[in-house]
């Protein structure tokens, strides 16, 4: 019993649920964290980062429950990727040509810079690749990722959406032409195995 008391409790310290109140604001998430909201319009995910804050709806109630309304919002910190981002990994995936290439997004929290960080490939093909974790340095965090599909336009894989199902992160797929062009560049916000598309206004 005492062992399934902990585990629950720590369940709930994990991913906390909420009511939205009826009157004014969501109580805010201290420094940082992620939890359901159970809303009149819906089931939602709430997650409260240094570089980004996501509140997604995940589901419905068909039932009239006596809670407030809230609003889906995407609000990341530094606003829109930089170009040179892509620039510089369109180089990466054109020396990887014709196999994948792969590059963590970095992000500095006392400078709002953005930086690549190739990652360590153990294997590539025109298909898949698999790579190694890379160190962080002090003042950075890991906020997503972006690979290449050469020879293909820009689509999210079974494979992608397996490796992106899991706590939050960005990600982005480069498309490259036979010639190495750029054809094709999508990003989305992935959110505990949900998926929001970015829009241009973000690159």
């Not at 997503?144 to 990600?171: M, Q, R, W």
């Amino acid at each position: 019993m005492n062992k399934s008391i902990n585990l629950n409790a720590l369940a709930l310290m994990n991913m906390g649920l909420v009511n939205a109140p009826v009157i004014g604001e969501l109580p805010p998430i201290e420094n940082s964290g992620q939890r359901v909201v159970v809303a009149k319009n819906g089931v939602f995910i709430q997650f409260v980062g240094n570089w980004l804050e996501v509140i997604k709806r995940v589901g419905n109630i068909s039932a009239s429950v006596p809670y407030g309304s809230i609003e889906e919002k995407i609000d990341l910190r530094f606003k829109k990727f930089p170009r040179e981002m892509f620039t510089q990994f369109h180089e990466q995936a054109k020396a990887s040509f014709p196999n994948e290439a792969f590059a963590y997004i970095h992000w500095n929290r006392e400078t709002n810079q953005i930086c690549l960080v190739p990652g360590v490939v153990l294997k590539a093909t025109g298909d898949e690749i698999s790579y190694g974790r890379v160190d962080i340095e002090d003042g950075w965090q890991c906020i997503g990722d972006i690979h290449s599909h050469p020879n293909s336009i820009a689509f999210y894989s079974e494979l992608d959406n397996d490796d992106d199902k899991t706590g939050v992160k960005c990600s982005f797929v480069m498309g490259l032409d036979s010639e190495k062009a750029m054809n094709s560049l999508r990003g989305r916000f992935c959110v505990f195995g949900t998926y929001t598309e970015m829009d241009a206004s973000y690159t």
